[in-house]
């Protein structure tokens, strides 16, 4: 033995002598713990021989020592790169060269990348490395000369090491369990449904706990009043469990599981006796549990871990169930619990798949919001679920069934079940609804997917289609889909896209159409036309685009612009001379019935200074029926601003005497219509006459559109008719061309002289 390594003295063995059985040995018949593992460095064999003597039979931390050994600085870099549980490295400084200990110091840290092993220096020639430079230097425990190494402070030395590398070992587990918690956390993160959610959690626990994926996740409703657990259900499972997802937990054979598991949820705490069970308590009064099989007793650092995964994965639990009511929202009716539009969209784009046979129907109940208003919307709840409760009995498991809109449902299903026929028998019926018998008609919109090119939401508007046209119909009406409904359909959409667009970028223009005493010829005024050229330069009939803008709401704009382009014009025309120049305007339903629109008529007027007697806006006889205290009411306060009114389109509604005498109105328009029959039939020429005389009767001036012939012209004289506009006369013209004609046609300050009769 080295004269370095000498024996220690009989008191240092007498001080050592406990250790035989420290505290922590294995005297129950447990497992042993594993050795801790020891590497010496030297290039002197005596001193591997004195230093495994030293320590033999002791134990440190409960646990033995076993060593490992390398004569050389190459040897033992050698063995470090395939060992990586080496607790401490007992390493000389001097060997094949004089620094190759220090050396290896670094390579340990730098370039194997072990930081854990405590590296203590022992040196016989301390001159080589002085102590305090070296240690300020190098990562390293302890620095010792061989000589002051005894057995004693030998396994002092060694005590220390190994209780810092434990420590260090115990900061990097917790550190890696952590990351395994964020990862996990981060990972868990990304799966929203809760089964799938559920399952990652069994993966990433028995990941953090290093066991293979073996356990299960169950989840209940709450406890009733008595404490009972509601249904419980496993949502998740792995391992020898992995055929019980879905199942109720009664179905779990392993009573020991199944107990642990209801114990678990009943008494809403951790379990980590005979096996580890999670619980998770939720916001919403849902609980939840997991179970995984560790096959041993955790330790405290696992238990820590643990803990600081439930609380993260309690957080992801919440934001799961919160994600999976949001989709519940976003893809079902919550009355009655329905696929929804969105959702039944997605249907269809299924179905897509194979077509053949499948029918697609769109269900409106009829008047539906007379039934709320009448019963109030409670009542009206009541309705829609009974009616989707008959049309599932009736039409069968094998159609599939969603609310697309407050009172439409929506049906998809085979012909022979889903028809118009089918459909009718449903509301044949009345339906019996909180103690009131209620007959429901429906109308509805088919269309057959083998025939149709749409796809998805296409195939819903294709449906849209048909039932607008069957609501066109009758109540209770069916109309199956065709192609050329769809070409219809989508060239007016065409058609609106570019009115939107044209209207945005001014290619919708006034134009305006002269209007004459009918026997001087002289004009009167002009009515102001809207017109829409085209971005290629093609015109777009009125007959087409209007209606359109009507239907759209766009109408109300268009016919603000329309009403001040013309007021401008007027002010030009007043300002030009003819200062009891008419001006005629067209106003829409939309229009007359906007809350808005009085005002609008206002801030024309005062922006445009014209005077206000000489604009003249035109309403159509079907507009003046509608709603008589409200027509009278607008009127009257037209009537206020100094603009007058005339009826348009005279003789195609159904007035009658008495309603026309309330109106306060100054003029009557016959339609072209009316002026063509006159000339073309003796019936014709009847009912020109009475309009004619039913105007001069209640003191209305007349005017007859259309005016094309003078022929023509010479008839309505001879009926008594006042005033005309047509082709006859003069086109349409735009604003230049307008104060051209009129200085032709009469000069500026001549007073009008309407012929007598």
């Known amino acids: 033995m080295p004269d370095n390594m000498h024996p220690a003295s009989a008191p240092e063995d007498d001080l050592l002598e406990f250790l035989d059985h420290p505290e922590g040995a294995d005297q129950a018949g447990h497992e042993p713990l594993s050795p801790w593992r020891v590497l010496i460095v030297d290039d002197d064999a005596d001193v591997h021989k004195a230093t495994e003597l030293a320590m033999q039979g002791l134990k440190i931390e409960g646990r033995p020592l076993i060593f490992l050994h390398a004569s050389s600085a190459s040897q033992a870099r050698a063995l470090m790169s395939q060992e990586h549980e080496l607790a401490v490295v007992l390493l000389d400084v001097v060997m094949e060269s004089e620094n190759a200990g220090l050396q290896l110091v670094r390579q340990i840290r730098e370039e194997l990348n072990q930081h854990a092993v405590r590296i203590v220096l022992r040196t016989g020639q301390p001159g080589y490395a002085p102590e305090i430079e070296t240690v300020q230097a190098y990562d390293i425990n302890d620095y010792k000369t061989k000589s002051e190494l005894t057995r004693t402070r030998l396994y002092t030395v060694l005590t220390a090491a190994i209780r810092s590398y434990k420590q260090i070992c115990a900061l990097e587990a917790n550190r890696q369990g952590l990351e395994m918690i964020v990862e996990a956390s981060t990972e868990l993160s990304r799966l929203r449904g809760l089964h799938r959610f559920a399952e990652g959690v069994v993966t990433q626990l028995c990941a953090l706990l290093g066991i293979l994926p073996e356990g299960l996740v169950c989840a209940q409703a709450g406890t009733d009043a008595g404490g009972k657990l509601g249904d419980v259900r496993i949502v998740a499972a792995a391992g020898q469990y992995s055929g019980l997802i879905n199942a109720p937990l009664a179905s779990v054979q392993v009573v020991t599981v199944r107990e642990r598991l209801q114990r678990c949820l009943q008494q809403r705490r951790h379990l980590f006796e005979n096996g580890t069970c999670l619980y998770f308590g939720l916001a919403s ?43 519940d929202h976003a893809y079902s009716d919550q009355l009655l619990r329905l696929p ?132 066109q119909q009758h109540r209770g009406a069916s109309q199956y889909f065709s192609p050329a409904m769809g070409t219809d359909a989508r060239e007016r959409f065409k058609l609106l896209k570019g009115l939107r667009a044209g209207f945005e970028e001014n290619r919708l223009f006034v134009v305006y159409q002269p209007q004459v005493d009918l026997a001087s010829a002289l004009p009167l005024g002009a009515e102001a036309l809207l017109r829409w050229r085209t971005e290629d330069g093609k015109f777009v009939p009125p007959d087409q685009f209007i209606p359109l803008a009507e239907q759209s709401g766009l109408i109300i704009s268009i016919g603000e612009f329309v009403l001040r382009t013309a007021c401008h014009q007027l002010k030009r025309m007043e300002d030009q001379g003819y200062g009891d120049f008419r001006m005629c305007v067209n106003i829409s339903l939309a229009q007359f019935r906007h809350p808005g629109f009085v005002a609008s008529l206002n801030s024309a007027l005062q922006d445009s200074g014209v005077n206000a007697r000489n604009l003249e806006l035109e309403i159509t006889e079907s507009m003046a029926m509608e709603d008589t205290e409200l027509v009278l009411h607008l009127l009257a306060d037209i009537k206020r601003t100094g603009a007058t009114v005339a009826i348009d389109d005279f003789g195609t509604g159904f007035s009658s005497l008495s309603h026309l005498r309330q109106l306060d109105v100054e003029r009557l328009k016959i339609d072209r219509a009316f002026v063509r029959e006159a000339q073309n039939s003796s019936a014709g020429l009847t009912i020109a006459q009475m309009v004619i005389n039913l105007g001069r009767g209640l003191g209305l001036t007349v005017i007859a559109e259309g005016v094309e012939t003078e022929q023509q012209r010479q008839q309505l004289l001879a009926l008594g008719c006042h005033e005309g506009q047509g082709w006859l006369f003069a086109r349409p013209m735009p604003a230049e061309q307008l104060e051209s004609w009129m200085q032709q046609t009469r000069a500026p300050g001549l007073p009008l002289q309407i012929s007598a009769g």
């Open 340 to 471: 929804n539009r969105v959702r039944f969209i997605e249907l269809l784009d299924q179905n897509l798949k194979d077509p053949a046979g499948i029918t697609l129907a769109l269900i409106d109940l009829d008047d539906f919001s007379d039934v709320n208003d009448a019963f109030g919307h409670g009542f009206g709840d009541q309705v829609l679920q009974s009616v989707a409760l008959r049309l599932g009995e009736t039409l069968g498991l094998n159609t599939s069934m969603a609310r697309v809109a407050a009172d439409v449902f929506g049906l998809m299903g085979p012909e022979v079940v889903v028809n118009s026929d089918s459909i009718r028998a449903v509301f044949a019926e009345p339906f019996d609804v909180a103690g009131e018998r209620l007959q429901i008609s429906a109308t509805t919109g088919l269309v057959r997917l083998a025939e149709s090119a749409s796809v998805g939401s296409e195939l819903l508007l294709d449906a849209q289609i048909a039932l607008k046209r069957a609501k």
């Open 285 to 327: 009064g849902r609980s939840m549990a997991a179970l995984v099989d560790v096959g041993r007793e955790l330790d405290a650092m696992e238990l820590q871990l643990l803990r600081a995964f439930c609380s993260n994965i309690v957080v992801g639990f919440e934001n799961v169930m919160l994600y999976s009511q949001l989709l």
